[in-house]
Structure formats: C-alpha cells, structure tokens
C-alpha cells in the first residue's frame, strides 16, 4: 500500500499544483506609480529572463558579452537570455493567459509588426511602460511616427523602441560592378544573368519584405497606402503591376522561378556558395559580421533602388505575466541608454541602427557616433535616410503572401 | 507488494496519466478549437479545409511521397534484413545500421542539402571531373517538385528502422523450415512465401504505418527539402498556425485533425485485417 502511495503522490501533487493561482497583480499596477528610484532599488539583486529570437551570432554576443556583464556590474541584475522565435513566445503567453497563469516565465520580449498586434490585441503586455523609462524620455523622438505607430499599430506606449534597421540588397562587387538603380533596371539585370537572382518565400520576414517595395512601386508610392490603411480592393486593382512583374522575371530567377528559398538563412547560403549573385536583408549592415566570419565574400557591397527602401523599428515590450517587472523595466532603460546604444551600433557585434535621436545625445556621444566606422558593406547614413520607407499595416504582409501564391507560383 | 506482482500496469500508471493529461488535453483543445466558430458549434472549418485548393494539392503531393518512400524503405529494409541478418548476430557490427539512426532526420536532411545542391559536393566534384560543364547542369533533387530530394531522405533514414524492427523476427524464425522446404523442390521465393512471410508480415505491416504516419506529418525534412508550392501538409499546417492574424489557426487545427483521422482509420482497417489473417495463420499451423 506504501508503494502505492508512493507512486499517486507525485500525480496529485502535480494535479494540485495545475490548480494553485497566484493572486498578486495589485503590487504591480502600483509599480507603475512608484518613482523610477524605487523601481531600480526593488530591481537590485534579481534574475531576468528575455526571450528572443537567437538567429544571429552577432546579436546573440553583443547581449551575452556585453549586455549581461554591465547589468550586473551597474544594477546587480543576472541576466539570461533564452532563444526563442516570436511567434513561438508569443503562443507561450496566449497559453498562460489561457490557463490564467500570473506568474510567468518570461521578463522581457523583442517584437514588432504582426507579432505586437497579436500581443496588444490578446492583452499579453504589461504597461504602459514607456513613459516611466527615464531614457526613453529623454533621448526618443516622441513624436516621431516610428516611435508611435508599429506596422500601422499603435504603440500606447507598450513597447520601447530599441533599434532600427532599414532594408537593402548585398551583391559580390567582384561579380557585379555597377549594381542597378531602379527596379527596371534590376529586371534587365536579372534578364542578362539567368538563374542569378531569387527571393525568398514571401511567408518569410525578407522575402515579404521585398515584395512590398514592389507593391510600393506598382501603387504608386506608400503616401498612398498609408492614406488607404488596409483596403484589399484598392490594392487588388493597383497590383496588377507588380504580378506582371513578378511574372516577366520568373523564367530568369534561381531555377526558373520553379520554387524559391524558404528563408533567408538558405538565400544567403546560395549567395556564400555562388549560387545566386544577390541577397538581401533587413539589416543595412548585417554583412558586417558575415563577411567578417567569412561566411560572404568580401567583396560583399549593398545597395538601396532609388524608389526607396523600407525600414522599421523594432521594439521591446514585458509580457503582462512577467515575474519580474521592475527588473524588466530597468533592463530595457538600460538598453535604450546612449552607451548600450552606441556599442550596438559599432560593427563589432551587431552594427546595428539606434533607436534615439541623434540631436538629443550629449557633445561627446555625437562626436563617437560620428566616428564609428560600420564597415564597407555599410551605405552611408546620408543614403539611407535619404531613401527611407515606412512600414505600412500589418496586414498587407497576409494578404501578400496568399496572393503571391496564386498570382506567381500557380500561374504557368 | 503483491499488488504490483499481480498488477505489473499500475508501474505504467504515471507515465499512462502524464500521457492522458498533458497530450489528451492538447488534442480536446484543439478538437475545440477546430470545432468552434464565434462561441458556436461548426464544421465550417473542415469545409473550408477541404475546398482549400492548397490544402487538396498538398495532402496529394505529401501522400505521394510517404506511399513511394514507405514502399521503398519497407522492401530495401527487407532485402537487407534478408541478406545480413546472419551477419548481424554478432554484436559489434549490429553498429553498421546503428550509425544512420543516430543522426536526426533534421541532420540528414541537412546532410542532402550539403552534398546534393546544385552549388553542393557532389556537384562540385561532377565539374571539377569534367562530367558537367557548370553546376546548373547537376540533376535537381534538392527542392524538386517530385519531391525527390524528401523521399531519398526518408527512405535512406527509415531503411535502419525498418531493419531493426525485422531483425528480431528473422532471429526467431525457424530456420529448419526453410531445409524443409528446399529439400522439397522449392526455390529461395517459395521459403521466402511459404516460411518468412506469415512471420513477418504482421512486423512488416505495423512497422510500415508508423514509416507512413511520421512522413506525412513530420516537419523538419520538408522544411529543409520541400518546393514552394505544393507544400507538405505539415509546411502547410504550420504556416496557417503562426500565420499573422491567428484567424486561421482553427482551420490549421481542422487539418491536423483530418490527416491524424486518415492515420487512424488506415491503422484501424489494418488492424481488423491483421487479426483476421492471424487467426487464419493459427488454424494453417494446425495449433
């Protein structure tokens, strides 16, 4: 009989312990009221957990080398950080809200576009935090529609903007040596160098991406779509272009348009490898460190087309389970801190873009910004804002990927 | 004490329960989920699932390739278990068909990428030879629309498996038999027919539908290996699942649930049959 005890035990605990609801949120709506000394004091000597994408070596040590040694140093905060896609945390949270979990696991997440909407639209952040983050306030373009507006959602103030990244293309230069200019000219190219070139799969992040400045393009502009916010129909009409294009470069792409690379990880492989003779990226300088790593070649340049390329903000928010949100709050004012900024944006780890104004930084942190050197692959900060797009809804992302299918790949 | 002499499947209990809670709830959730539309009882998502051209392409397309790859796993694995089994009774070399099933499918389909692309090894050594004149010229298995390059993967990672489930059969079988029925008259078909079948048809069977099941709903290799379109059911499934807006989750529910009951019901009707013919087979052997 003992044993059998023995053995039920475990199982009631565990089906005891499916039961147990912790009933705590009032302490952590009067977080939010307290002066942010006290919220760094109560911060002091507790764990962090983030959740983030871990896809990129660069960003991957620029958070564990240099991110984690400084909090702990500064504000006695262990930080860990645990890889993770989005999508994925996200459903994590859905479930534990599901489940009426108030304690959860995750201290802070990285997100924007259809991902922060999913999360503001099923209540899964806690906030608003912005306004409480003494960094936020006072080096962040308030007003600024990026800092608002998230792929067209606004932000009230749920998430911290903490980087910004804007779209090109890579080529090898000793293969290519005037890259072009407008997309024309980049259908002739593909034309003269059959099998050279591919996108990929618009269900991925760069391959959607792409198709966006095309659709850009065929509209006639983004003041358009902005004006138009999600309207199929309009789109629907203006499209046509766009498909004709898309179709007239088909028989020249990476295997004739038959399939195309599922994600950009597998586009860039073909690039290292010769396969194709482009790539592309969401990240103005990510082929940095993958030439430095000697993945791409060096010869590896980028370019913008003259219509203009996308950029957008990406942002970090502290799910409404959170264990610890004081600790949250004081690692994402620490990420948006002029220091932690700058060595995000040397090419030493991630080379990436700030997220705060320039113009608000002190004398001597512009003087550093201005010499940092990002690397040949890198356009100059001039060219880039002078093309820069904006991001529009979210939902032309879905509605892009179910029409390519039927527009492109069906059609013979 | 004598309990657990008498009742050797209260010691399966916990893990029995763990099994019913955690993955019994998943499926009740996701029957729900499927099932329901604003709060009210539907099937429109399996309508919808059904009429989806997409969907129709890809269960095709991904029931193509796990019948061709089980079919071939089966017989390779037979042929081998066939030819090797006396080999394999010493311990050391049973290693050999080891080695293939501890690498992950995700590694071998990886491994496919690396060695059959295109830009990969083997193209590389074809132009270095001389055999083709530039890399575009090396056969396309990699992200073909026959799905060539998932099927080599799939076959050349269940042949093991399969292995591995006859050989035990081929140990036990009565090898006197085959004398028997060689010193009748009959040829290496007639012992194969007449003395292995019935042993190993009901391992051969069972073996096949787990081959089958896993192939047409597992990811990874698909992921690596599948063309744009027409898609595996799982690339498929997955896609509609952490799509944007969530709304079509229930439908990537309806989906799952439809190929888990084709799974179910070809395992059924196997099933029914298998004991018919074992019971046949015992009445044959006069026992």
């Given at each position: 009989m003992k044993q059998l005890f023995a053995l039920l035990l475990p199982i009631f605990i565990f089906l005891s312990a499916c039961s147990t609801k912790e009933l705590s949120s009032a302490p952590e709506a009067k977080l939010l009221e307290q002066k942010w000394e006290q919220i760094e004091q109560e911060a002091k000597n507790t764990k962090i957990r983030m959740f983030m994408w871990g896809g990129d070596e660069g960003i991957n040590h620029y958070m564990d080398e240099w991110v984690a040694p400084k909090l702990k140093k500064q504000y006695g905060i262990t930080f860990e950080r645990i890889p993770m896609d989005t999508h994925e945390i996200l459903q994590k949270l859905l479930n534990e809200k599901k489940a009426a979990k108030e304690k959860g696991t995750i201290d802070i997440i990285w997100i924007n576009g259809e991902n922060f909407k999913n999360a503001k639209e099923n209540d899964l952040l806690f906030g608003p935090i912005t306004e409480k983050l003494p960094n936020f306030q006072k080096y962040i373009d308030i007003r600024s529609l990026n800092t608002q507006y998230d792929f067209g959602t606004a932000v009230e103030g749920l998430e911290a903007p903490w980087g910004k990244v804007q779209f090109v293309f890579l080529y090898d230069a000793n293969k290519i040596s005037q890259p072009p200019k407008t997309f024309a000219e980049l259908k002739d190219w593909i034309k003269e160098h059959p099998g050279k070139f591919t996108y990929p799969d618009p269900t991925d992040f760069t391959g959607n991406a792409f198709l966006r400045h095309l659709l850009y393009e065929a509209v006639g502009g983004s003041e358009k779509l902005l004006k138009q916010g999600y309207n199929p129909q309009f789109v629907k009409n203006e499209a046509e272009k766009m498909w004709a294009y898309l179709n007239e470069i088909k028989p020249y792409l990476w295997r004739e348009g038959e399939t195309y690379p599922n994600s950009l990880t597998e586009l860039d492989r073909m690039y290292s490898q010769g396969e194709v003779w482009m790539t592309m990226g969401y990240n103005e300088a990510r082929a940095e460190s993958l030439i430095k790593n000697g993945t791409f070649p060096t010869s590896t340049r980028s370019f913008v087309l003259e219509s203009g390329s996308i950029g957008n903000t990406h942002f970090l928010a502290i799910p409404f389970n959170s264990p610890n949100k004081a600790g949250a709050m004081v690692t994402i004012n620490f990420l948006l801190s002029p220091q932690a900024q700058l060595e995000k944006f040397r090419p030493t780890y991630w080379g990436e873009g700030m997220s705060?104004?320039?113009?608000?930084?002190s004398e001597q942190d512009q003087q550093t910004l201005k010499q940092i050197n990002r690397g040949k692959s890198v356009l100059s900060s001039d060219v880039l804002k002078k093309h820069l797009l904006p991001e529009v809804d979210s939902r032309y992302v879905d509605w892009l990927k179910e029409n390519w299918l039927h527009e492109v790949v069906q059609k013979k | 004490m004598k309990l657990f002499k008498k009742n050797s499947f209260l010691f399966l209990l916990p893990t029995f329960l763990l099994t019913i809670v955690l993955v019994g709830y998943g499926v009740m959730m996701a029957i729900s989920e499927s099932l329901h539309k604003d709060g009210r009882l539907t099937f429109q998502y399996y309508i919808d699932v059904f009429k989806n051209n997409n969907f129709i392409a890809s269960f095709s397309y991904s029931l193509w390739i796990a019948l061709v790859s089980t079919f071939f796993s089966m017989l390779i694995g037979l042929l081998i278990t066939r030819w090797l089994y006396h080999y394999w009774q010493k311990k050391f070399l049973k290693i050999i068909y080891w080695i293939p099933m501890l690498f992950p499918h995700f590694v071998w389909g990886y491994m496919m990428v690396l060695l059959f692309s295109q830009s990969g090894w083997f193209s590389s050594l074809a132009h270095r030879i001389g055999i083709i004149h530039h890399p575009d010229e090396f056969p396309v298995i990699i992200k073909d629309s026959h799905g060539i390059g998932i099927m080599i993967t799939y076959i050349w990672k269940e042949i093991p498996f399969v292995i591995l489930m006859l050989l035990p059969v081929y140990h036990q079988l009565n090898h006197q038999l085959s004398s028997v029925v060689k010193t009748l008259g009959g040829k290496d078909w007639d012992v194969f027919k007449a003395v292995e079948w019935p042993w190993i048809m009901p391992v051969l069977f069972e073996t096949s539908i787990i081959v089958f099941a896993f192939i047409l709903s597992a990811y990874e290799v698909p992921y690596l290996l599948d063309t744009t379109y027409p898609k595996m059911i799982p690339l498929l499934v997955y896609e509609w699942f952490f799509e944007g807006d969530w709304s079509n989750r229930p439908k990537a529910f309806a989906a799952m649930l439809s190929v888990t009951m084709f799974i179910f019901s070809i395992m059924m009707a196997y099933t029914s049959l298998l004991i018919k013919k074992r019971y046949q087979m015992m009445k044959g052997n006069g026992k």
């Open positions: 705060l104004d320039p113009n608000k930084l | -």
